[in-house]
């Protein structure tokens, strides 16, 4: 392949602050959807992790546009990464790695991250890392949890994906898939169906919010549940709920907004903690991971929590801000990369909408 290599992670530099010295700074950028995200990590101590948004922008069109996300990234990348510096105290100088997220997200987007990424990989002739957005979603979880034992089961659900991974070595690459949605991602049932009971988008907090104040009562469909394969399946459930909103409307009778979105809320739960416990159980691995937006779900932390302590896995979720992307989930994987020896992009590396979990 050729191409030009930004160079090799230097030795910590002896002007920098002293946090666990020899391991290399990390700067670490996310664009792959409506977020730019920038983190900066030292030897998996997180010390800044700055977001910018371009949710509001595309909340009046129920999804994020493409192009709307591509432009914002765009205004945002600079400030973010001048404002991760001067969150930590640091220096352009102090960064001796660079992490992006090279795929899989909107094409336009990735491309903003991986051009500021090489761009400031090659100014400041450090190494540039290109990494797997679905396995920086799992690395985060190092910076609140400590190192990860391997192999380690992850469930990611967010606006875009569901998937369960198993995870031999996250450093080195080692990430099998095992199972992912077939059709609509777990997040984006909660954003069609919150669309549906006319709250806002995004739709998982609102729904998680009227959940508290129902039951769920409503026997929605728990689609694929004892299929025996680890894939999802969640647009029947937006159906089956859209189906059921319209037999009440023709009726004239009022909708019980709590129970449908406690109903809708276990129906979805139900079905990913049922499927990582028997991944678990089926792979032999005692550690489940979860992360993405929806794992900010108080009912998911609360079953997952009971359906692991029964099963005997301990389970680890990060914070909530972590769960959602950021710049600090890339640059703990680049941290955990470059500690590994793991060898650096080239800096012709492209963007890949579709990047497999393969390492780019
Ligand atoms: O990971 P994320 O910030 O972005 C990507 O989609 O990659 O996830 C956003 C998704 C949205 O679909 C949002 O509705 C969902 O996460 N979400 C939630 C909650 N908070 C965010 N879903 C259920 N319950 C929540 N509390
Ligand atoms: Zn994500």
Known sequence: MSGVRAGHVPPARSDGPSVRGDAPLVLGIETSCDETGVGLVRGGLLLADTLASSVDEHARYGGVIPEIAARAHVEAMVPAVDRALSQAGLRHRDVDAIAVTAGPGLAGALLVGVAAAKAYAFALGVPLYGVHHLAAHVAVDTLEHGPLPGPSMALLVSGGHSSLLLV??????????????????????????????GMPFPGGPPIDQAARDGSPTIAFPRAKAGDGTFDFSFSGLKTAVARWLEARNRAGEPIPVAAVAASFQEAVVDVLTAKSVAACRSHGVD??????????????????????????????????????????MVAALGSLQAAAGVTPSLLDMSASSTLSLERP
């Open 287 to 328: 550690t489940l991971v979860i992360g993405g937006g929806v794992a900010a779900n108080s009912r998911l932390r609360s079953l997952a929590a009971a359906r692991c302590a029964a099963a005997g896995i301990t389970l680890r979720v990060p914070r909530p801000g972590l769960c959602t992307d950021n710049g600090a």
């Open 168 to 197: 031999p070595d996250l450093a080195t690459g080692a990430v099998i898939p095992l199972g992912a949605t077939v059709d609509d991602a777990a997040g984006e049932a909660y954003d069609k169906v919150a669309r549906l009971l």
